[in-house]
């Protein structure tokens, strides 16, 4: 079992930062790849932002330049930092991590897990 418990989220005015956090605990032998969604009320979950193993990320044109991703490989943890918050940013974010289970670590193949999710508003 694998699992992602993700933090940090809260209500923040306009112009505010917040750094959200997603560690990965359970069965794994190697994180391949860690991100970061969201999905607002009405709208599809997309993607905000990714980062690889060898550290190269991607991030949406929306938040490019306000939010950072980074992650810490040896706390099996992604980070978020999100500064500049918009009204635009509320929604729910969620972590997902591509692991490869220990228990199958022999087949050399990922599975992408979710965390709960965690609510981010911003508002004044």
């Known amino acids: 079992q694998v699992q992602l418990v993700e933090s940090g989220g809260d209500l923040v005015q306009p112009g505010g930062s917040l750094r959200l956090s997603c560690a990965a605990s359970?069965?794994?032998?190697?994180?391949?790849?860690m991100g970061w969604y969201r999905q607002a009320p009405g709208k599809e979950r997309e993607l905000v932002a990714s980062?690889?193993?060898?550290?190269?990320?991607n991030y949406a044109d929306s938040v490019k330049g306000r939010f950072t991703i980074s992650r810490d490989n040896a706390k099996n943890t992604v980070y978020l930092q999100m500064n500049s918050l918009k009204p635009e940013d509320t929604a729910v974010y969620y972590c997902?991590?591509?692991?490869?289970?220990?228990?199958?670590?022999?087949?050399?193949?990922?599975?992408?897990?979710w965390g709960q999710g965690t609510q981010v508003t911003v508002s004044s």
């Open positions: 359970g069965d794994i032998f190697s994180i391949t790849a």
């Open positions: 980062i690889r193993s060898g550290a190269s990320t």
């Open positions: 997902n991590a591509d692991i490869v289970p220990r228990s199958t670590w022999y087949r050399g193949t990922s599975n992408r897990y």
